[in-house]
């Protein structure tokens, strides 16, 4: 009977190593794992600047390509106004001497 208590108190021993060993190698995988968290929080929060920055040229690029193609299309549009206005002036001057020629003639 002794020779069983001794082989479970063994046993028993054992396993208790075994658990803790588990629970050590446990440990280990959550600090690698809370390490490298760290590490690539740090990475990205050193690339910040550089991203932010890319972002931003980008930006800058689109507000500049949108500001350039605005102002062109004003300026066919003030193109277009012009030709309009001068092709109406002439008509308008017409009117306007028919408009005496008759009055003149009446």
Same mark, same amino acid.
């Given at each position: ?9 063994? @046993? ?6 075994? &658990?803790? !060993?588990? #629970? !050590?190698?446990?440990? *280990? &995988? ?6 490298? !968290?760290? =590490?690539?929080e740090? %990475?990205?929060?050193? *690339?910040l600047?550089?991203?932010? =920055?890319?972002? @931003?040229?980008?930006? =800058?690029?689109?507000?500049? %390509?949108?500001?350039?193609?605005? @102002?062109? *299309?004003?300026?066919?549009? %003030? *193109?277009?106004?012009? #030709?309009?206005?001068?092709s #109406?002036?002439?008509? +308008?001057? =017409? !009117?306007?001497?028919?408009?005496? @020629?008759?009055? +003149?003639r009446?």
């Amino acid at each position: 009977m002794e020779d069983v208590l001794k082989r479970l108190l063994d @046993t028993e021993h054992k396993a208790e190593g075994m &658990v803790d !060993a588990a #629970h !050590a190698e446990r440990d *280990r &995988v959550l600090d690698a794992a809370q390490a490298e !968290a760290r =590490a690539a929080e740090a %990475q990205l929060e050193a *690339r910040l600047p550089e991203l932010r =920055a890319g972002f @931003t040229g980008k930006a =800058a690029e689109r507000a500049k %390509q949108s500001v350039t193609e605005i @102002t062109r *299309r004003a300026s066919e549009r %003030q *193109r277009d106004l012009q #030709h309009l206005a001068e092709s #109406h002036e002439q008509e +308008a001057l =017409a !009117a306007a001497l028919a408009l005496l @020629t008759d009055s +003149a003639r009446g």
